[in-house]
Nanobody, 121 residues
Framework: QLVESGGGSVQAGGSLRLSCSAS????????MGWFRQAPGNQREGLAA???????DYADSVKGRFTISKDSAKNTVYLQMNNLKPEDTAMYYC??????????????????WGQGTQVTVS
């Protein structure tokens, strides 16, 4: 089970840190990803981190978002800086066993959280 938290409303230029707490599996052994979906849009892969800690980012968030994990807390984070109105969406974390071929594609993941809303005005 994955549970996201940390969403909310923020002004443009602000920051938020999302958390994804995992239970039932150890994130250190899994590939983890962050996705978002705005109404009417497809789910977009933002960032991924594998079991070795290697990261990958979508061009749309590179330099602004940072994915990290704390294995002791079994939690993955997404630090989001310089937020823009177009970042408004429901944000989801996901997991699957490594390795993944395309770690920013939703179909690669088989375990999803319920999402947390981020609104940037």
């Amino acid at each position: 089970q994955l549970v996201e938290s940390g969403g909310g409303s923020v002004q443009a230029g602000g920051s938020l840190r999302l958390s994804c707490s995992a239970s039932g599996h150890t994130i250190s052994a899994y590939c983890m990803g962050w996705f978002r979906q705005a109404p009417g849009n497809q789910r977009e892969g933002l960032a991924a981190i594998d079991s070795d800690g290697a990261t990958d980012y979508a061009d749309s968030v590179k330099g602004r978002f940072t994915i990290s994990k704390d294995s002791a807390k079994n939690t993955v984070y997404l630090q989001m800086n310089n937020l823009k109105p177009e970042d408004t969406a429901m944000y989801y974390c996901a997991s699957n066993e490594c390795p993944l071929v395309a770690d920013l594609m939703a179909y690669e993941y088989n375990n999803w959280g319920q999402g947390t809303q981020v609104t940037v005005s």
